[in-house]
């Protein structure tokens, strides 16, 4: 059977393993097959035209083939755009390619998504510091409604009654959406989930998303977190965990 070559895929890398003394195993987001795992051989040797061009955040067009689970990579090349981001931007970038490498299954095709990861990807590059929060919740909503563990932000989850535009509700991993009661430490008004709920659906959903959440940042991200670790099955996130412990430095 003849070993089937893809050409001129669009893809970021997510995560770099050592293979052998120079090679590396890559995982992989691409936009037609979704995550795949490539290897990269002699990449790690100084003469490799791969090893300037195979890093994290960077947009890339890869060639690779083969028909087992784990592929070899063929030509790489750098579209340009934006240089290497550094400090809480580059955590914030490790931090959505955590988010992938958990929630992802292997090729598993999820062009939306990825161009959604490509626009956080620009605000993370861009100096415009004040964007990135709204950006990264943006992302982690359209994360979990492309993969089906999103409720429908305009009802309740279990009774799917819909939202009082005044009464407060929380986002719980078990329950859903659900009106919320004392021992809930954040919650959003039924108005305010029905924005989310509207800007998910607009023609532009990552834009529009982005905008509902720069007005629900502080309320809305203890409820994501708390959902993304439940079904990343950790209490913390390792890039989570990671920041907690640069700033106790």
Request: charged share 20%; glycine share 6%.
């Amino acid at each position: 059977m003849a070993t089937k070559r893809i050409s001129d895929e669009p893809a970021y890398v997510l995560h770099r393993y050592d293979w052998s003394e120079s090679s590396l195993i890559l995982e992989v987001f691409t936009r037609h097959y979704g995550r795949i795992a490539l290897v990269a051989k002699g990449v790690k040797r100084p003469t490799s035209s791969f090893r300037p061009i195979l890093l994290p955040l960077q947009p890339l067009h890869l060639a690779f083939g083969g028909d087992a689970e784990i592929r070899t990579l063929k030509a790489a090349e750098w579209m340009g755009g934006h240089v290497m981001p550094t400090g809480d931007a580059l955590m914030s970038g490790i931090y959505l390619n955590e988010l992938l490498l958990n929630l992802l299954a292997r090729d598993d095709p999820h062009p939306g998504l990825f161009d959604v990861y490509g626009n956080v990807v620009q605000v993370i590059a861009s100096e415009h510091g004040e964007a990135l929060e709204p950006a990264l919740r943006a992302f982690e909503l359209l994360l979990l409604r492309e993969i089906g563990w999103l409720p429908m932000l305009d009802a309740q989850t279990m009774t799917l009654l819909e939202l009082d535009p005044q009464q407060r509700y929380t986002l719980v991993p078990e329950g859903g959406l659900r009106q919320t009661n004392a021992s809930d430490r954040a919650s959003l008004s039924g108005a305010q989930w029905t924005a989310l709920q509207r800007s998910l659906a607009d023609g532009a959903p990552f834009t529009a998303t982005l905008r509902a959440c720069s007005e629900v940042m502080s309320e809305l991200k203890p409820q994501l977190r708390a959902l993304l670790n439940y079904h990343c099955g950790v209490t913390t996130l390792r890039t989570r965990q990671m920041m907690i412990d640069l700033q106790s430095l």
